[in-house]
């Protein structure tokens, strides 16, 4: 459930993402903001894993917060509305120029010590742990309660260094779940690749737990298109669905082995279903305006209800190449009157990729 944020004069949006695509983000909320009338310009750093979004005089912030669903975003892992940036902080007491930003609020939902994602900012994860009890019991001690309503803002405080500090607040319900937007997975043992937790993280990210529970059952049909080693099928053989694994390379044994399994060696762009299924989900390797045709053609075609894939994206012009992508999809879908659900993200598990999951409606 969303709320609407306090009405401070935030003084920018700041938005977390993987280093190196501070460009792509930047790019990409200056093209959203402005469809929601909240025109402005961007502060990056390249490689810092942030993004500053400063509106123009009389922007908006929290109203376009509230209006503009994170999960609309490609390339932002989480969002904040800044209260203020405060730099040259006191190294015994980092504290209290927090709490002076804080002034009039009496609860909060809960509290975020983030960082950036980067090898500099990961430098800082011992001390945002450290960090964490000490500020918590200084709120307290404030008079701000935490936790005991959801209806509250998220304080937010990243710091891109141990002396700096942006403050911000963010609606639980409109943001990620997870701090630095990162979900906390376990490479499982058995599983045959990394690239398992891809798709693990994708399912978190995209249905909610209700909607994996009633749409990942035992008994349902998949096809995993470039499946080798395995990794994907994995985890759709884990949740007990019956797989066909379509690669022309080898599959790896603990893809094999519960049973649920069908390797067929052909080529994914040119196998079709006897009949449909459930799911599609595909990690090829391949020009990723070649992918998206195929998925949009399985969809529009009915040959599966869901499917979940990845776009490995060029160098370059990475947002402009996610938007043809995307077009691409609404016109195949458009042309053959199908209605559908949409969305895209670049995961903590990608690198030079976003995930794509559509759903016939």
Same mark, same amino acid.
């Given at each position: 459930?969303?709320i609407?944020l306090? @009405?401070?004069?935030?003084? @920018?949006?700041?938005?977390q993402c993987?280093?190196g %695509?501070e460009n792509?983000c930047a790019a ?8 929601f009338?909240?025109?402005g310009?961007?502060r990056?750093r390249?490689?810092?894993g942030?993004v500053? %979004? ?5 922007g908006?912030?929290a109203?376009?917060?509230?209006e503009?669903p994170?999960?609309n ?5 989480q969002w904040g509305?800044?209260?203020r940036?405060? @730099? ?8 209290s ?6 002034k ?5 939902h809960?509290? %975020?010590i ?9 430098e800082? @994860?011992g ?10 019991q200084a ?19 990243? %710091?891109?260094? /141990? ?6 607040l963010?609606?639980?319900?409109n /943001?990620?779940?997870?701090?630095l ?11 045959? /690749?990394r690239?398992?937790?891809?798709l ?11 909607e994996?529970?009633?749409?990942l059952?035992p ?10 080693p ?8 884990r949740?007990g669905?019956?797989?066909t ?5 080898p599959?790896?044994?603990e893809?094999?082995?519960?049973g649920l399994v069908?390797h067929?060696?052909?080529d994914?762009?040119k196998y079709?279903p006897?009949?449909?299924?459930e799911?599609l989900?595909?990690d090829?390797?391949?020009?990723p305006l ?5 998925i949009?053609?399985w969809l529009?075609r009915?040959?599966c209800?869901?499917a979940?894939f ?7 012009k ?21 209605d559908y659900?949409l ?6 598990h990608?690198?030079?990729e ?6 016939r409606?």
């Open positions: 459930m969303s609407m306090p @009405a401070y004069p935030y003084q @920018a949006l700041l938005l993987r280093g %695509f792509d990409e909320i200056t093209d959203i903001s402005a469809r009338g909240a025109t310009y961007c990056t390249p490689g810092s942030y500053e %979004f400063v509106p123009i005089a009389g908006d912030l109203e376009m917060l509230a503009l994170f999960s975003l490609i390339f932002a892992r509305a800044c209260l940036t405060l @730099a040259d902080l006191p190294v015994n007491d980092r504290i120029p927090i709490l002076a930003e804080l009039g609020i009496g609860e909060l809960e509290v %975020f983030e960082h950036p994602d980067t090898n500099e900012g990961k800082l @994860a001390f945002c742990r450290k960090f964490f009890h000490p500020l918590r709120l307290e001690r404030e008079g701000i309660r935490i936790g005991a309503n959801r209806h509250a803002p998220r304080l937010q405080l990243f %710091f891109p260094r /141990s002396t700096e500090v942006f403050v911000c963010a609606d639980p319900g /943001s990620s779940p997870w701090p937007g990162i979900p906390r997975l376990r490479m499982p043992r058995q599983a045959p /690749s690239s398992t937790l891809k693990d993280e994708a399912l978190l990210s995209f249905l909610t737990a209700k994996r529970e009633a749409r059952k008994g349902q049909t998949a096809v995993d298109l470039g499946a080798a395995g990794g994907w099928t994995w985890q759709l053989t949740r669905l019956k797989v694994a379509v690669d022309n390379g599959m790896a044994l893809a094999m082995g519960s069908d067929l060696r052909t994914g762009f079709r006897p009949h449909p299924v799911w989900v595909c090829m390797v391949e020009n070649r992918v998206t045709a195929l949009a053609g529009c009915g040959d209800r869901e979940i990845n776009l490995k994206l060029p160098m370059k990475r947002y402009a190449m996610v938007q043809e992508c995307l077009s691409l999809i609404q016109q195949h879908c458009a042309d053959a009157e199908v659900t969305a895209c993200k670049q995961l903590y990608d690198r030079e976003v995930t794509v999951y559509i759903r409606r």
